[in-house]
């Protein structure tokens, strides 16, 4: 059963908070255009929520990327 949109975009939200606050906080102190998410972290934190990205890759990086959007950074911050 796939997840909500609303759902995958809250979640990667608290996940990118809980496991890349310092990362995205010197994303542009750095000048890095991408964040790169470890796919073994996100099973640690929501085994379902990467599952959903496994079975429907598309969907789920777009909630991703809706998430990240969320966040105070310049636009152009790609997720790897």
């Not at 990118?16 to 102190?29: A, D, P, T």
């Not at 073994?40 to 085994?47: G, M, R």
């Not at 079975?55 to 998430?67: F, G, H, N, V, W």
Request: aromatic content about 8%; cysteine-free; charged content about 35%.
């Amino acid at each position: 059963m796939q997840l909500e949109a609303t759902r995958q975009i809250e979640l990667f939200k608290e996940f990118m908070e809980e496991e890349y606050k310092e990362k995205l906080s010197s994303l542009v102190e750095q000048g890095e255009k991408s964040l790169v998410l470890d796919f073994k972290k996100l099973a640690a934190f929501d085994v379902e929520l990467s599952e959903q990205l496994l079975i429907y890759p598309e969907e789920t990086l777009k909630a991703a990327e809706i998430a990240l959007e969320q966040f105070d950074l310049p636009e152009g911050i790609l997720l790897r």
